[in-house]
Each structure stands twice: as C-alpha cells, then as structure tokens.
C-alpha cells in the first residue's frame, strides 16, 4: 500500500494534480503528440490539430510552456516566426501519455 | 504524424476523453492505485484513501465500475459485504497511469 499513500499525499497536491490535468487535457494531448516528432511553427500546429480554435491552442501553449514542457522560440525576422518544440520534460511527459489515451481509445473501441 | 492524427480522431471521441478523465481524476487515480494489490472492502477504501468524502467514493466507484474497471461484488450476508476489485482493463489502466502522476510528482517536487 506505500504506493498508493505516496500518490495520496500527491494527488492531495494541487501542483501535481494541476501538470496531470494539462498534460490530459482534451488540446494538451494533442500538441503534445503533434510535437513529439518535431518542432512545429504555430501555422503548422493549427494545421496538424484539426478543430482547435486559436484561442485554445494559445491557451494549451501557454499553459504547457509555463510548465516546462514547451519551449516556444521566437526569431527575430519579419515576418514573425514562431517554433514550438518539446523541453526533455515535454518529451518525457508524451512518453508515458501516449500509451495510456491509446489503451482508452482500444477500449472504448473493442 | 500518423500516431498524432489517430489520436486526433481519439481525444475527438467524447468516450475515449470521458475513459481518459476518469482515470485521471483525482479519486479515480486514488482508487485504482488502492486497489491494484488486493481486494478491499468499501470501509477500507474509505480508511484507505485519506479524504475523501462519502459521496465523491461512491461516485468514482460508481463511475468506474460502469467503465467496466472496478468490479463490485456484494456477498448476500448479514451484515452487508460489498468488496471491490480491480477488472483485468483496470490493471491495465492502474499500470500505464502510476507512471504519469508519479512522473508528475517528481516534477513538481524537483
């Protein structure tokens, strides 16, 4: 039972449960995945994630960037380019997500 | 990109989110991690999870038995015997989610 009293002083807090909700968020799922081959410019990730409006993925951004799983990087050129790509945590994070929205999607197909 | 647009179709389906959030939840988390060693009854989940109310166990057990992870079993004595158990798809939810809220934790913590 160690484990589950660990994870029950964990999930008891809010900065844990906070990174679980984002990185299984409904958008957080999907630009984490849609990163985890490449870097993308922000065109490319509205692109890639079908049906997100530009509010929420500056919102998913924002809030994956504020926790240390995105890193956004800004050049100075005109026009304006933006890359987003996955920090180490980003990458680890996408690791241990994918199989687990995966088993959902099985089950909920099977 | 194939992974992420099959997963994009996923997270679109409302049951695959629904299945994802409920095990991810904070008491859903909880209860499947108590659960993953042995059988308990409803008291001892109750002594075992630190915190929870009353009505968000019986909700979160309600929820994932009609996921088809929990199994309820009431034995037909007197006093009442209701014992819950993990199905084999809950083992294999509590074995791909333990990773990512302990991966959260460290997180948080480091």
Known sequence: MTAARDLQLDTACPDT????????????????LALRDRTMRWSELKREIAGVSEKMLI???????????????ARP????HVDYSLTDAGHEAV??????????QQQVQG
């Open 95 to 104: 690791d241990l997500l994918a199989p687990l929205v995966f088993w959902a």
């Open 59 to 73: 919102q998913s951004l924002q809030t994956l960037e504020a926790d240390g799983l995105v890193l956004r990087t």
């Open 77 to 80: 050129v005109v026009p304006p």
């Open 17 to 32: 449960r906070a990174l679980v909700e984002h990185v299984t968020s409904k958008w957080g799922v999907l630009v984490l």
